[in-house]
Structure formats: structure tokens, C-alpha cells
């Protein structure tokens, strides 16, 4: 029997791929997971249980939260990437690496193809395809949904008639969870004017009381969360994310130009991301140089976009990453923020590096580096070539 590495996460979708392709194609199926840091212990446990009563030939747990981090999220973070200023990413930066790593297994156990459960439809499709074809360039990818043309209806019935029970009411929201945030997808989304209803979020709000939280950062890497210090980033991300995720915070609908050509919608949950890069945003302003930070604003878009549409691999990648670490030599300190339901706040920042140090002056009140005939003369120079078009390009000039 032919192998294939079957992309698989438990859904709808990837349970569907492992029937078809066992059962009416005839491929031995691994099933392969790739965690970036979104199941538990116990629903990676019940996912396998699943997988094995499917029939598969096997299941394999990939655990890429770190590098996931060190590849990924790190320079997301640096560049402060949201995504129509709206979404960090947190499903287009997740399936780069699941892709990635899936080539690198299919590789290791010989499989000549690979299986995806992505629509025909999404930019998902695009990630997986593009990685696959350029890390395992003589596989043949397989893709079920895709091809068939199915819809989340056709899918149900196709499992109920094969004995599978899941919670199919569940099934009507597509939700991908990682340490970067939970997409969640429905027929709300399919719409222009309708919202998620609230039991669409996996983390329903139970938080009540406003807290006040304070994250340390090392040359732009979260560290340190209130008293509590940490050596590995992944590690404060998710502290973060246990402490605010019961406020409803970081909740938002994505709308933007999808990579095939359509607009698109998707509904999020991403409260950790959101306040880390608000955070280190915040930490910048006052650590970094207008030029720096104007010249970063550009590289980070492009670089946030570029990921986006799939081209991880692209070298250039690898050269922004280089300049956007670079930036972040002096971005340390603490950045203070007030937890509420539904929303967050910035108070203020606390560094060493802060360029609003008040020995050089405090604005809108005095300066302590300057005299006032400094600022004529300066004022005199920066506006001049302003003043000599006006008075070249008078009217009477022209009479």
C-alpha cells in the first residue's frame, strides 16, 4: 500500500481525509499532528484515540511550539505584525511550520505523498501546497475537500454513514487552536453583517474583577510576567494567555483579500498575542528612533504579508528577520496593562533605555539640551527650501 502523511488535527475535515483515504483509496495512513503549542496533554491523548478507531497505520504528535517560536512568533513580536492592523497571524504563521515539519516526516519515513484537509477556498491550500512542493518537489499531494469540491454538510453525512460520532453541532465552526491564537470559522463568517455568537470561542468569559499585569521584556522577547521570570518565551506567552483569556480579550473578526483573489472573513480569539504586541509596541515608542521604528513599520508589513501568503522559504525572509532583530538591542523594560472583559488597556512603560528621559527635557514644558536661539536657527534651516518655493511661485511672479 502507498503511504501518505496525512496532515491531521481531529476536526472535521482531517477525520474525513483519514476515511476517504483509507477506505476508498487505499492508502496506508499516517496520521501526523503538529502542535504549535494549542492541545493539552489529555486532547492530544483523546485526538490519538480518535485517530486509532479511524484506522489509521499510524499517529505521530509533532511538538513545534518552540521552534515554532524561535521561527516564527519571535519576529512577528519584533515587527508588532497584525494583519489589516487587525490579526497577528495566528493561523497563516502556524501552518508554515506544520507544513514544513510534515515535509521533513514524510521524508523520514519514505512516504511518496502527502494529504491536507484544506478547502478550495481558503489560503490554506496555497501554505500547504507551496511548502510541500518545494521541500518533497516529486510528492504527490493529496487533497480531499479540495478536490471533491464537499461542503461541511457532505462531510457529516459521509462520517455518520461510516459510523463516526463526534459532536457534529460542534462540527459547523472550523476552530484551529495555537499558542498564537484560535481561528474560528462558521457560517456567521460566511456573511458580511453577522458576528460569531459568544458559545463560538472555545474560551467562554468568566472573568469579572479588572486586573493590572506587568510583562518584562529583554531585547523585544517576553520574559518576565508580574514577579514571575522565564527563560523560555513559550513559557511567558502562555502565562499570559491562562491569565487574560477569561476576559473575552482579543476577540475580533478578520476581513481581508485572501491569496486566491477573494475577500475572506475569519473570527479569532487571540488574547496573549494581542496584548504582547500592543506591549512591545508601546515598549518601541520610547526606545526606538523615529527612523528605526518608520523603517521596521515597512519591513514588518511586507515581512507580516509576505508569511501570510506562504513564502516562508522566500531567503528574503531570512534578511528581515536579521534587520528586525537588530532593532531590538535597547527594547527592554516593563510595560503595565489593566485587564477588563472584552478589553485591555496600556497604563505605561518602566525601562532603562527610555528616549523620554526627562534629563534631556520634558515636552510641552522645557528643554535641558538646547537654547532657545538653537531652535531658531534649526527652525530657520529645516523650513527654507519650503519658503524659497513660495517666494519664487508667487502669484504676482507669475503676472
Request: overall charge neutral; aromatic content about 10%; proline content about 3%.
Amino acid at each position: 500500500m502507498k503511504k501518505v502523511v496525512l496532515a491531521y488535527s481531529g476536526g472535521l475535515d482531517t477525520t474525513f481525509c483519514a476515511i476517504h483515504l483509507s477506505k476508498d483509496k487505499g492508502f496506508e495512513v499516517h496520521a501526523v499532528l503538529v502542535n504549535t503549542g494549542g492541545f493539552s496533554k489529555e486532547e492530544l491523548a483523546q485526538t490519538e484515540d480518535r485517530a486509532r478507531q479511524l484506522g489509521v497505520a499510524s499517529f505521530q504528535v509533532l511538538d513545534v511550539t518552540d521552534t515554532y517560536y524561535r521561527e516564527v512568533i519571535k519576529y512577528l513580536i519584533f515587527g508588532n505584525v497584525l494583519k489589516n492592523q487587525t490579526y497577528p497571524l495566528s493561523v497563516s504563521a502556524e501552518r508554515i511550520l506544520q507544513a514544513k515539519s510534515l515535509a521533513e516526516y514524510a521524508k523520514k519515513i519514505g512516504a511518496k505523498a502527502v494529504a491536507h484537509g484544506s478547502t478550495g477556498a481558503g489560503n490554506d491550500q496555497v501554505r500547504f501546497d507551496m511548502i510541500f512542493q518545494t521541500i518533497l518537489p516529486e510528492a504527490e499531494i493529496i487533497t480531499p475537500i479540495r478536490d471533491l469540491k464537499l461542503s461541511r454538510e457532505q462531510e457529516i453525512d459521509y462520517l455518520k454513514k461510516h459510523g463516526v460520532t463526534m459532536n457534529f453541532e460542534k462540527a459547523a465552526y472550523s476552530i484551529n487552536k495555537g499558542i498564537w491564537g484560535t481561528s474560528v470559522g462558521g457560517k456567521e463568517t460566511l456573511t458580511s453583517e453577522n458576528s460569531l455568537p459568544e458559545d463560538a470561542y472555545p474560551t467562554q468569559v468568566t472573568a469579572k474583577d479588572s486586573k493590572t499585569i506587568s510583562l518584562g521584556f529583554q531585547q523585544g522577547e517576553l520574559k518576565k510576567v508580574d514577579s514571575e521570570t522565564f527563560e523560555n518565551p513559550v513559557s511567558a506567552i502562555l502565562k499570559v494567555q491562562e491569565i487574560a483569556a477569561p476576559y473575552g480579550i482579543g476577540r475580533d473578526i478578520h476581513v481581508g483579500d485572501t491569496i486566491i483573489g477573494i475577500k475572506g472573513r475569519v473570527g479569532f480569539e487571540a488574547a496573549a498575542p494581542l496584548i504582547i504586541i500592543k506591549s512591545h509596541q508601546l515598549l518601541e515608542k520610547h526606545t526606538l528612533t523615529k527612523w528605526q521604528a518608520f523603517w521596521k513599520n515597512q519591513m514588518a508589513e511586507f515581512y507580516g504579508n509576505h508569511l501570510h501568503e506562504g513564502h516562508y522559504l522566500d531567503p528574503v525572509m531570512r534578511n528581515m528577520e536579521a534587520f528586525l532583530s537588530s532593532t531590538q538591542t535597547y527594547v527592554n523594560g516593563e510595560v503595565k496593562v489593566a485587564l477588563h472583559p472584552y478589553r485591555f488597556q496600556l497604563i505605561g512603560i518602566s525601562s532603562p533605555n527610555d528616549l523620554m528621559s526627562a534629563k534631556f527635557g520634558s515636552y510641552g514644558e522645557m528643554n535641558k539640551g538646547y537654547t532657545a536661539e538653537d531652535v531658531k536657527g534649526f527652525t530657520k534651516i529645516l523650513g527654507n527650501q519650503t519658503a524659497i518655493f513660495h517666494k519664487v511661485n508667487q502669484p504676482q511672479n507669475h503676472e
